[in-house]
């Protein structure tokens, strides 16, 4: 399971005095109990299934990719270099990214099948995809080919 593949590695990082590594893991760990605790309080249900550790991971990557455009603003180089570094630790837990290609032929395919033609039924497309490359792709990224091809 991925929790405990993220708490082997955690272990791993304090062994090896991996500072980036561990910190990285150990907010992660703490996003994940909490979001544990959230879910038991609304379904008396404890632990997390893959796809919401995926959300967790996606959401702490989101949080850092903020960040970094915050801190280019006032100019902290280091900053940026260190979100990045955690952006990285982050994105070994997600599952294999999709090419730009490969998100295309999603889009024009689902476009396709759901007979979408204008600019007005980007929510529709975007609704369709999103659940199929979920983990696999940004938003950002996929709400752009879908702009271009309606376009």
Do not use: F
Not at 36 to 58: M, Q
């Amino acid at each position: 399971m991925l929790k405990e593949e993220i708490k082997s590695d955690l272990n791993k990082s304090v062994k090896e005095k991996n500072e980036v590594m561990r910190s990285v893991l150990r907010m992660l760990l703490a996003s994940i109990l909490n979001k544990e605790k959230e879910k038991k309080y609304k379904t008396s249900k404890e632990e997390l299934t893959e796809e919401e550790v995926l959300e967790v991971i996606l959401s702490e990557i989101k949080k850092r990719k903020e960040a970094i455009l915050e801190y280019e603003k006032g100019k902290r180089q280091d900053l940026v270099e260190r979100e990045k570094a955690e952006i990285e630790v982050l994105k070994r837990y997600l599952p294999e990214q999709l090419s730009e290609k490969e998100i295309k032929d999603l889009v024009e395919e689902t476009i396709k099948r759901i007979g979408a033609k204008e600019k007005k039924d980007i929510g529709r497309v975007m609704a369709e995809i999103m659940p199929k490359v979920k983990g696999r792709s940004d938003g950002g990224t996929v709400s752009k080919i879908v702009k271009e091809l309606l376009s």
